[in-house]
């Protein structure tokens, strides 16, 4: 049975140069990838697989995002539903001719309604 070969550990200057690199350029050509390979001392197919490994890392976070933003906006999308649902229900309710104020919280010194206050003839459909 063959030996399995041990990943190689990255020197903070490996990291660094090929994650500069890689912020540069996710895709790397043969020449820069023979340019790199001597500049952090790592043979190129160890800069290729490296490459390889970051770019998936890269789209792994990439859809991680993308789908916490979507839970995210699901999620307000739900709420608004929700409130929508509870107005209409509360409008479908309203009895015929019932006073309907908005905001019903008034200054004191008001002795009028600030809002026109209308007399509800009908149902609301939301």
């Known amino acids: 049975m ?5 990943r190689p550990l990255f020197s903070p200057h490996q990291f660094q140069t090929m994650e500069k690199e890689f912020a540069k350029q996710r895709y790397v050509t043969e020449d820069k990838r023979a340019q790199l390979a001597l500049e952090v001392n790592l ?4 800069v290729k697989t ?3 490994n970051r770019r998936t890392k890269w ?3 990439t859809e991680d995002k993308a789908s916490a933003a979507s839970r995210r906006s699901q999620g307000e999308m739900e709420h608004i539903l929700l ?3 509870g107005a209409s229900y509360f409008y479908q309710n309203i009895g015929v001719d019932s006073l309907v104020t908005p905001f019903r919280v008034l200054p004191q010194h008001c002795a009028e309604p600030m809002f026109p206050t209308a007399h509800f003839k009908g149902s609301f459909v939301v």
Do not use: G, H, I, R
């Not at 063959?2 to 041990?6: D, E, L, S, Y």
């Not at 043979?43 to 160890?46: A, K, S």
């Open 50 to 52: 490296w490459f390889q």
């Open 2 to 6: 063959q030996k399995k070969k041990q």
């Open 59 to 61: 789209k792994k976070e």
């Open 83 to 85: 409130a929508m649902q």
């Open 43 to 46: 043979t190129e197919t160890q």
